[in-house]
């Protein structure tokens, strides 16, 4: 009998950006590698925070690890809870440049692709988990028109029409990075890693979403 291959999880971070020497989604997923959750063998990849390499970083990182689910997460300096991504647009406009210098303004992710796509997790599901676990976690309508849109938007085409899950978390600072920022949010870097759990878990065993509200008004 052939042995049933373990299934696989990806996860993606980014490596520091903007002037930072730390970026906590890195320091999250690379936590998580090479760990079991759910009898899944989780893989953590780290994507540069550059508009040409990111996309193709990731790509090659789903052709590697053909995985069931795949959770990018990203820093979102300033917010104070885990933000589950509601939905990721089709444009580029960079408020400062990235990593290579690349700062487009108002350029398609995918050239006719579709205006948005949304998250294929549960985060209804995943909202309700991480606040009974006790950890900060809202739901985001937008993630931005910087690198980790991109990366969400091209995640859900690349995912569109298969059976595989995916979505984005932006994440906030680590402690460390707002000592010099008076009143700037944080969360610790043990809290991300369980809330990155806390995640997982909810998004492989819940197939059909919740129907919680968590809109917004602005
Ligand atoms: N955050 C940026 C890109 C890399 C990261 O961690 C963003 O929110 O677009």
């Known amino acids: 009998m052939k042995a049933r291959q373990t299934r696989t999880v990806l996860l993606t971070g980014f490596d520091p950006f903007g002037g ?7 320091e999250a997923v690379s936590r998580l590698h090479g760990k079991s959750i759910a009898g899944r063998q989780i893989v953590a990849e780290e994507l540069p925070t550059t508009f040409d390499g990111a996309p193709k970083a990731l ?4 052709r590697r690890h053909a995985p069931e689910l795949v959770l990018c997460i ?3 300096g300033g917010r104070a809870s885990m933000s589950l991504e509601r939905v990721a647009i089709n444009v580029n406009d960079a408020r400062i440049p990235d990593n290579a210098g690349a700062q487009p303004i108002d350029t398609p992710v995918v050239r006719r692709g579709p205006a948005a796509y949304f998250t294929t997790l549960p985060i209804k599901a995943m909202h309700a988990d991480l606040r009974a676990a006790g950890i900060p976690a809202e739901i985001s309508q937008t993630a931005g028109t910087f690198v980790c849109n991109q990366v969400f938007y091209v995640l859900m085409h690349a995912l569109a029409g298969t059976r595989i899950r995916g979505g984005f978390v932006h994440i ?3 402690p460390q990075q ?3 920022m008076p009143g700037t949010p944080s969360l610790d870097l043990d809290t991300i890693v369980a809330g990155l759990q806390v995640c997982i878990e909810t998004a492989l065993r819940t197939r059909r979403d919740l129907r919680i509200g968590a809109g917004a008004t602005h």
């Open 178 to 180: 707002v000592e010099a």
């Open 172 to 174: 906030p600072f680590l």
């Open 74 to 76: 990203g820093q979102a």
């Open 20 to 26: 930072d020497t730390v970026n906590p989604s890195w």
């Open 59 to 62: 790509r090659a990182a789903l």
